[in-house]
């Protein structure tokens, strides 16, 4: 019950093209969803995040949408660039218990140009 | 803000001995820290969770007798490696969480690559 299942494991896309990436949770206590990017030998870095009161979030090219009901998340990137090849984490948390994050198993992005 | 070192960034050591990893939140005050290890393509798995002036709490099959965590201060912890070995080597990460953040959000270090000969 405290797993984030995550899908796809790895994505192709085309410069200019949509990535989609969708996570999926059971426990309803989860109440603050980020998404991390990691390059590689690099520490992840807070993309965006997102909390069960709403159902979409957008910062730049990056936007969340959240379906409480289906206990589901997605990251979309617009225009997806070469530089945003990397791996993307969903993860999610319960607040009040230090910040502790469950993540989910990671998506490799790969932009072609 | 919000930023976190570790140091050092790479290290190389022979069979047997230990090697201390530092962690520090540079312009924030961490209540809870969080080491991380990750191997090739693969997830985060969480070690322990340290809390400033406490003991840390270790997840299930990890040894806290080869993984000493030493949370010292409100923005340092260190994770020791004691008598480490080949399949120790992995790449070890920290985060914090802001004190001050209400939503507990994580920020994590770059990341120490730990070679074990």
């Known amino acids: 019950q405290q797993q984030v299942k995550q899908s796809p494991q790895s994505l192709i896309v085309q410069k200019g093209g949509i990535s989609i990436i969708n996570c999926a949770y059971e426990?309803?206590?989860?109440?603050?969803f980020p998404w991390y990017q990691q390059f590689p030998g690099k520490g992840p870095a807070l993309l965006i995040a997102?909390?069960?009161?709403?159902s979409e979030k957008k910062e730049g090219r990056f936007t969340i949408s959240f379906n409480k009901s289906a206990k589901q998340f997605s990251l979309h990137i617009m225009d997806s660039q070469p530089g945003d090849s990397a791996t993307y984490f969903c993860?999610?948390?319960?607040?009040?218990?230090?910040?502790?994050?469950?993540f989910g198993q990671g998506t490799e992005l790969s932009v072609k140009p | 803000g919000a930023v976190v070192s570790q140091h050092p960034s790479r290290v190389i050591c022979k069979s047997g001995t230990s090697v201390k990893i530092e962690c520090r939140s540079l312009?924030?005050?961490?209540?809870?820290m969080f080491w991380y290890r990750q191997f090739p393509k693969q997830s985060l798995m969480l070690m322990a969770t340290?809390?400033?002036?406490?003991?840390?709490?270790?997840e299930q099959g990890v040894e806290k007798d080869k993984f000493l965590i030493n949370h010292a201060s409100l923005t340092l912890s260190t994770l020791t490696v004691t008598s480490a070995h080949p399949e120790d080597s992995s790449f070890y990460i920290c985060?914090?969480?802001?004190?001050?953040?209400?939503?507990?959000?994580?920020?994590f270090g770059p990341g120490t690559r730990l070679l074990v000969l």
């Open positions: 985060s914090a969480t802001n004190r001050d953040n209400i939503q507990e959000t994580q920020y």
């Open positions: 426990n309803t206590a989860f109440d603050y």
């Open positions: 997102i909390r069960p009161d709403v």
């Open positions: 993860a999610a948390s319960i607040r009040g218990q230090g910040g502790k994050l469950i």
């Open positions: 312009d924030f005050q961490a209540t809870t």
């Open positions: 340290s809390n400033e002036g406490s003991k840390a709490t270790y």
